[in-house]
């Protein structure tokens, strides 16, 4: 398989990451409109990178530098359906920790309760739950705090 390339996402690739957000789970049960998926991705204040394969979009995530205590925190991971298990989300968050590593020691992110295949993702890579907010987004389900410490 080619290698994976992950780089910033220019407006066009926010675009694209927006749409693809809005269309995909857990998003779609968390309520996430492509309105509101367009907003965030062309906030300034968040960080986008886009992953190709081939040159082609196949997945991307949205940071902010200093979302959860004042550490790096990923709103969002996604990855279109048919590049999912491909390596695609490791190699995004691989990026990412890279990427972050020299000015940090932490990085954040949340995963639904209801999402355990990206919990034993993140749990693969590292990552430990450290909390959860209990019927944060949905009545019943929580978010819960995933973390690692990257340098």
């Known amino acids: 398989m080619e290698k994976i390339i992950v780089s910033e996402a220019g407006d066009e690739d926010r675009d694209w990451t927006a749409r ?50 004042s550490s790096p925190y990923l709103k969002s991971i996604v990855v279109e359906s048919r590049f999912r298990s491909k390596g695609v989300g490791s190699a995004l968050l691989e990026h990412a920790e890279g990427y972050f590593r020299e000015s940090f020691r932490h990085f954040f992110m949340c995963v639904s309760s209801f999402n355990p295949r990206a919990k034993a993702l993140y749990e693969k890579l590292g990552y430990k739950q450290v909390g959860e907010l209990k019927d944060y987004i949905l009545e019943g389900e929580s978010e819960l705090i995933m973390h690692k410490r990257i340098r």
């Not at 367009?38 to 204040?45: G, P, S, T, V, Y």
């Not at 990178?49 to 902010?64: N, Q, S, T």
């Open 20 to 69: 693809l957000i809005a269309s995909s789970e857990p998003w779609i049960s968390l309520g996430i409109t492509l309105e509101n998926s367009m907003k965030f991705c062309h906030d300034k204040e968040y960080m986008v990178f886009i992953a190709r394969l081939a040159g082609e979009p196949c997945g991307a995530m949205v940071i902010h530098p200093r979302g959860m205590a």
